[in-house]
């Protein structure tokens, strides 16, 4: 992940909700478990925040997802309750997805993310844009997630590792990919953050 700018102004930002993501990358990718990013990382992810705030604008009942190549480009994609929220929304991905790469595009849609114990499924614009579902990865006592804590991510600081549980799909005029099943995936039902961005 890329320095921060010295004297750049920064607001505060507190989220808590349902993160979920994956990649092509096999398991575990690096990126934001040790900030070192691939020759090509090609993921797809969602938040659904509960309750949140961004420099003291609401975010709750926000929903977000994003289709990225780490490091070359990104596109986000917001469902927001009301206009007011969909601002809010706005500001804080372009703020937290500020090295990820060229920002290509921000455009409402509808997400939906669904499922518990670490079996989450996201879909956007009813799957024609993104699907992906994520299958938990069981740890050492054979019965839990295998769990990665203090990692570099902005949204959580706590990832379940996953991998996905069947081929994922992204297409959005000229960028599309496909994830095969059984590649990386992150989530954590019971994000809760907070910094500064």
């Known amino acids: ?9 920064k607001n505060a930002y507190h989220i808590a909700g349902i993160y979920t993501d994956t990649c092509t990358c096999r398991i575990p990718c690096t990126c934001d478990l040790t900030g070192d990013v ?3 990382c090609l993921g797809i992810g969602a938040v659904a925040i509960t309750h949140g705030d961004f420099s003291g604008n609401d ?3 926000v929903r977000f997802a994003w289709a990225m190549d780490m490091g070359k480009w990104v596109r986000i994609y917001i469902d927001a ?10 500001k804080f991905v372009r703020a937290l997805c500020a090295d990820w790469g060229t920002m290509e595009s921000i455009r409402d849609a509808k997400i939906a993310i669904s499922g518990k114990n670490g079996g989450y499924a ?4 009813g799957g024609s844009t993104m699907d992906f579902e994520i299958a938990p990865v069981i ?3 054979g019965k839990t997630p295998l769990v990665h ?4 991510s902005q949204l959580t600081s706590t990832f379940l590792q996953g991998r996905s549980a069947k081929p994922s799909a992204f297409h959005d005029d ?6 095969a099943a059984g590649r990386n995936g992150y989530f954590d039902p019971n994000m809760d953050h907070s910094g500064t961005l």
């Open 174 to 179: 000229i960028r599309s990919f496909n994830i």
């Open 122 to 125: 996201a879909v956007v614009n």
């Open 81 to 90: 309750p009301d206009s007011a929220h969909r601002v809010a929304a706005e």
């Open 59 to 61: 975010l709750s009942g």
């Open 149 to 152: 804590l203090n990692t570099h």
């Open 38 to 40: 691939p020759d090509s």
């Open 139 to 141: 740890g050492g006592d």
């Open 1 to 9: 992940m890329a320095a921060a700018t010295f004297g750049a102004e």
